[in-house]
């Protein structure tokens, strides 16, 4: 079993609405970090979190330490949203990532 | 700020031959992490140095690959006597020192693919 779950594992929505991607892990972590990758591209780190929420532009990410949750939220999403959203997670004193499957998404216009 | 470079982009390899493939961090950080994406699958750790050490090794394959941070100069990942399976999207990560608070400390490359034909 993965340590690392992230739901769904395919996700198409219409050009405006509000999506959100789960991640639940198994494990003690020391930040969980959301990653944005294009078909063909490279990752762009999205969000590091260790507790609460952060928001940046149209994206929230969310994390509950207890229920070992975190939530990624889009608002308002567009078609450039459209790509894979993988949950990560660093463990210990390493900053070295375990990755959930990803979550590809298509935002149709 | 050029961010982490990684070469090549592409690099095709018969059967045999060795690939080497290049990661220089982002100016100030200390620690780069290789990671492999094998077509259709996730993401999965490889190994994580900081200058002249290995920190943590034990994504990386016991045969054929190593990796080196030197002093000066790029993160080599070598792969030596390439075989098709290991045809694969491989990313470089760097970040500043653990425990350095930064929402986007952590910067990925934008990846060498390889294929071995």
């Known amino acids: 079993k993965n340590e690392v779950e992230q739901s769904p594992q395919n996700l198409t929505a219409q050009e405006g609405e509000f999506i959100t991607i789960n991640c639940s892990y198994s494990?003690?972590?020391?930040?969980l970090h959301w990653l944005q990758q294009h078909p063909g591209g490279g990752i762009v780190s999205l969000f590091m979190?260790?507790?609460g929420k952060k928001k940046h532009g149209r994206l929230i990410a969310t994390i509950n330490i207890q229920e070992k949750h975190s939530s990624l939220h889009i608002t308002a999403s567009h078609p450039r949203d459209s790509a894979v959203y993988i949950c990560?997670?660093?463990?210990?004193?390493?900053?070295?990532?375990?990755f959930g499957t990803g979550t590809s998404l298509t935002v149709i216009p | 700020n050029a961010g982490v470079m990684q070469n090549p982009r592409h690099l095709v390899r018969r059967r045999g031959q060795e690939a080497r493939l290049r990661c220089s961090p982002m100016?100030?950080?200390?620690?780069v992490y290789w990671y492999r994406q094998l077509p259709e699958e996730g993401l999965k750790f490889m190994v994580y140095?900081?200058?002249?050490?290995?920190?943590?090794e034990s994504g990386m394959p016991k045969e054929r690959f190593s990796a080196e941070f030197p002093k000066e100069g790029p993160s080599i990942l070598r792969i030596q006597q390439v075989v098709r399976g290991d045809s694969a999207a491989y990313f470089c990560?760097?970040?500043?020192?653990?425990?350095?608070?930064?929402?986007?400390?952590?910067?990925f490359g934008s990846g060498t693919r390889l294929t071995v034909v």
């Open positions: 100016k100030g950080h200390s620690h």
């Open positions: 990560a997670v660093s463990r210990g004193t390493g900053n070295q990532f375990y």
């Open positions: 140095l900081q200058k002249e050490n290995i920190i943590d």
């Open positions: 990560a760097s970040s500043p020192p653990v425990g350095t608070d930064s929402n986007y400390g952590y910067t």
């Open positions: 979190l260790s507790s």
């Open positions: 494990v003690g972590i020391s930040a």
